[in-house]
């Protein structure tokens, strides 16, 4: 389908094969053919057509204004090494789908940057929000929105203290600025269980965290995985 540029990975569930086709925030309006080949090895068995369509929406702007000293930890080396970071996190998910329902939201706050606005910073387009960002003060819990495994824990130049967490079949949930970590990578979480702590470090602009979910190859909508209607979690309990 060519309204993603990126491999969709796999899984196995029971007696059927499952994949999640996120619509990435530069995909065009329109209608789009999607086409999945079933093969046993070199013998091709059946190929099975579906269409979706893409419809307009319209994200508002987002502006801020940084000094210098902030600006220089967002550059194209520490946006390279949050990258490597985050290829290396989410090389080899789990196969199992780990949820247990929809996800909850990780922290309480103002919701001071919506998913998918467009950045400005000093005035100039930077880039579209990944996330949401929730402000609450320095030291507020954070808890993970669902079962998973921590895969990484640590500190990186532009996004700060960093955590990401595996829920199974390429669906992570990824957490920026914080003050403390307290888990370590290979722990088991659960959807409630204390993680972390809001902080402001990193690219930032006061206490906050940036929360963002990543699905199979791109950015989704966080407060789509917190509707319990989403099917992502049809079946998982």
């Known amino acids: ?138 030291g507020s819990p954070v808890v993970a929105a669902q079962n998973g495994v921590v895969v990484y824990a640590g500190l990186l130049t532009a996004t700060g203290n960093t955590l990401i967490i595996d829920h199974g079949q390429n669906i992570f949930t990824i957490h920026y600025h914080l003050n403390k970590i307290d888990v370590a990578v290979g722990d088991p979480v659960k959807k409630g269980d204390l993680v972390a702590e809001v902080g402001t470090t990193g690219f930032s602009t006061g206490p906050h965290l940036h929360w963002c979910i990543w699905v199979n190859g791109a950015y989704v909508n966080p407060w789509q995985m917190m509707d319990t209607t989403n099917p992502i979690h049809l079946g998982m309990q």
Request: proline fraction near 5%.
């Open 1 to 138: 389908a060519d309204v993603i540029d990126y491999p969709l990975k796999v899984f196995k569930k029971g007696q059927q094969w499952v994949t999640y086709l996120p619509i990435p925030l530069t995909a065009k309006v329109g209608d789009y053919t999607i086409t999945a080949t079933i093969s046993h090895g070199e013998v091709m068995d059946q190929t099975l057509h579906t269409t979706i369509h893409v419809v307009d929406k319209t994200f508002k702007e987002s502006r801020i204004t940084v000094d210098a000293k902030t600006k220089a930890l967002k550059t194209q080396d520490t946006l390279d090494e949050l990258q490597v970071a985050l290829d290396t996190a989410r090389k080899n998910p789990v196969q199992e789908n780990l949820m247990d329902g929809p996800m909850i939201q990780p922290t309480e706050g103002r919701i001071s940057t919506e998913y998918g606005l467009m950045r400005y910073v000093n005035d100039k387009y930077e880039s579209r929000h990944n996330g949401i960002d929730i402000a609450t003060p320095t």
